[in-house]
């Protein structure tokens, strides 16, 4: 999300707590999902606007100001009603366990 217009009340740290035990790619998709959801509606914006623009020419002197598209927390709350994790618990169980299997087999000590 680093190059992504996000809106000011997007809380990153909060998207990481609601999507606790979902992979990279898990989340991957609910950020792009986030994406598709605001530039629709950037896009549905603008439709409405040039529709006003071509019912009152005047009112196109009154507008010119281009927004960006930012992806707003709204935008994250509609990705994440379709979001579903693809590891479960128990694999995630698995991978620690070979996780913490290397790190001993390789001398590191886990506390």
Partial sequence: MR???LAKEVDLEALARYTQGFSGADIT???QRACKYAIREHNEQDIEKDKKRSENPEAMEEDKVEEV???KASHFDEAMKSARRSVSDADIRKYQAFAQTLQQSRGYVTH
Avoid: R
């Fill in 3 to 5: 190059k992504s217009p």
């Fill in 29 to 31: 998709e609910i950020c």
């Fill in 69 to 71: 598209a930012e992806i």
